[in-house]
């Protein structure tokens, strides 16, 4: 029933064909495994003795293994003609390091914290790969306006899901357990339904339908790449912009961990309702926001969207109580209606069509350093001038970054 009505909104919006209703699909699956259990994963690092630094660490590391491998494994994903084949063995090793989350509470307790921290960086080895070749795969089957709506639909409907993702499992979580040992053994159930999951999303994947063949530079060398991404002046341009912003959003992700959960401390119920707060915004805009960057331009949309999301750091920074903390996610879930559609938006308009998964790859791979180092950079500001003043840099750093990628996108919108 929900697929038929899947069919008639795209309908409506002369959008339906097969690749359009299967990204949703997959939206779909990708999302729902992904909520089993990362709001909470936080709070699940700190219920096995993780600290301030485990939690800044969590948000760096993966950042770091992505900076290992996104370089050389856009390089030879550019290289192989079955694209989509490869990025399904990426996705299935993925998912496959879920299920070892799992048995994390089985090890020694003085390693639980950083064991769990370790399979979660090295999760992301394959999956940042995977990654950037799905981006790729999405600006090789959408085109120009069917692009923006296509992201702007899949993120409507699997927020929708996100939503009742999260209700379910913090519910669970909040009302099932009776002591401690049960809470962690709920945990471990997410983390094989999240595994489950996985797996349906991936066989999803592996159904998009090309509508062309992948391109393959079979004579492009692996310094020569560096090379032909670095001399494109529009997506070098683009790329340094982009870094100056993420750094500053990425350097909030921890803070407002530290928040949540060791100064307010937050439970699991009071995650979900931040959560649910995001989502349901999420849901309502999400519709303007592609109608947004239609009618008036990525730039634009992107310097709004930046702007707010420095405002976000300060509300943050100076909420006083868990619900006026979590009225904060009220305003965060609008900016994030169509924060992650004007950057991809963004960042597919900057590459071009030409061995674009090794431009994605060098994209999101310095943007990864930007996560593995920003957290240790707001660490150090968190010991040295405390969590507020921290947050005040991160929101400084957030609006100067959106005011450069105006000026980008706008220069890439006139081209």
């Known amino acids: ?70 370089i050389p494994g856009s390089y030879i994903m550019n290289k192989i003609v079955n694209k989509k084949r490869a990025t399904v063995i990426l996705f299935s090793i993925s998912r496959s390091i879920i299920l070892l989350l799992a048995f994390v509470p089985f090890l020694p307790t003085a390693i639980q914290p950083i064991a769990f921290i370790l399979l979660i960086s090295l999760m992301n080895f394959p999956e940042s790969i995977a990654q950037s070749s799905l981006q790729n795969t999405l600006g090789t089957v959408f085109r120009g306006n069917e692009r923006a709506s296509a992201l702007s639909i899949r993120t409507k409907f699997g927020n929708i899901f996100v939503l009742i993702v999260t209700i379910l499992t913090a519910a669970i979580i909040t009302f099932v357990p009776k002591n401690e040992e049960q809470v962690i053994t709920t945990y471990q159930l997410f983390f094989i339904t999240a595994f489950i999951i996985g797996v349906f999303e991936v066989i999803t994947f592996n159904r998009f339908k090309l509508t062309a063949p992948p391109k393959v530079d079979a004579n492009l060398k692996f310094f020569s790449s560096f090379k032909l991404v670095f001399s494109d002046k529009k997506f070098v341009t683009f790329l340094l912009c982009s870094m100056f912003f993420h750094f500053g959003w990425y350097m909030g992700w921890p803070l407002n961990g530290i928040i949540q959960v060791k100064i307010l401390d937050a439970n699991e119920m009071w995650l979900a309702l931040m959560m649910v707060c995001n989502v349901v915004v999420i849901i309502l805009t999400s519709n303007f926001w592609g109608k947004f960057i239609q009618k008036r331009g990525n730039a634009l949309a992107i ?56 431009y994605i790859g060098i994209y999101n791979t310095l943007l990864n350093l930007c996560l593995g180092v920003s957290p240790f950079v707001a660490h150090y500001l968190l010991t040295k001038i405390g969590i507020t003043n921290a947050m005040f840099i991160s929101a400084t750093l957030r609006v100067l970054g959106g005011i450069l990628l105006f000026y980008a996108c706008k220069n890439n919108e006139k081209e």
């Not at 702007?307 to 976000?312: D, E, P, R, T």
């Not at 308009?349 to 998964?357: C, I, K, L, M, N």
């Open 1 to 70: 029933m929900f697929q038929k009505y899947i069919k008639n909104f795209l309908m409506n919006m002369r959008l339906q064909n097969f690749n359009v209703l299967n990204f949703i699909i997959y939206g779909l699956l990708y999302d729902s495994m992904l909520n089993v259990y990362k709001p909470f994963s936080i709070k699940f690092l700190q219920r096995i003795g993780g600290n301030e630094f485990h939690i800044s660490l969590n948000n760096s590391l993966p950042g770091l293994f992505a900076v290992l491998a996104l």
């Open 303 to 358: 310097l709004l969207l930046a702007g707010g999301m420095g405002l976000n750091a300060l509300m943050c920074a100076l909420a006083p109580t868990l619900p006026l903390y979590t009225l904060t996610n009220v305003f965060v879930g609008f900016i994030n209606g169509g924060l992650g559609t004007a950057l991809l938006f963004g960042l597919l308009t900057a590459t071009p069509d030409h061995s674009r998964v090794v």
